[in-house]
């Protein structure tokens, strides 16, 4: 899987169905460029399209069970990999550091 399909799989497991265009917002890329990764999304089974009861003209993604399990394998597969990295490349000292500040990180990511 891309690295677009599992930061997509990834945002609606965390912040819940929403459209196309605002996954794309939230990834600051063009909806068309959204929408070609949930179109392959769509056709392995892991996204599924209802209907947006507030405007007829758009449409709500979800995960489906596939997807969710997609998204958790593919978060544990990233945080494993970071894992490594840390224990190979960091002392001690400097992953308490990182440990620290990781709430801070993770707020500014949310906010950009």
């Given at each position: 899987m891309s690295n677009p399909q599992l930061t997509a799989l990834s945002r609606l497991d965390r912040l819940?169905?929403?459209t196309t265009t605002g996954l794309a917002r939230r990834?600051?890329?063009t909806?068309?460029?959204?929408?070609?990764?949930?179109?392959?999304l769509e056709k392995l089974?892991?996204?599924?399209?209802?209907?947006?009861a507030s405007d007829a003209r758009q449409s709500?993604?979800?995960?489906?069970?596939?997807g969710l399990a997609?998204?958790?394998?593919?978060?544990?597969?990233?945080?494993?990999?970071?894992?490594?990295?840390?224990e190979e490349s960091f002392t001690d000292a400097e992953v308490e550091i990182l440990?620290?500040?990781a709430p801070l990180i993770e707020r500014l990511a949310e906010l950009l």
């Open positions: 819940g169905p929403m990834e600051q890329i909806p068309q460029a959204m929408g070609a990764t949930v179109s392959s089974a892991l996204v599924a399209r209802s209907a947006d709500i993604l979800s995960l489906t069970p596939e997609a998204a958790h394998s593919g978060r544990n597969a990233v945080s494993d990999k970071v894992t490594a990295i840390l440990s620290v500040a």
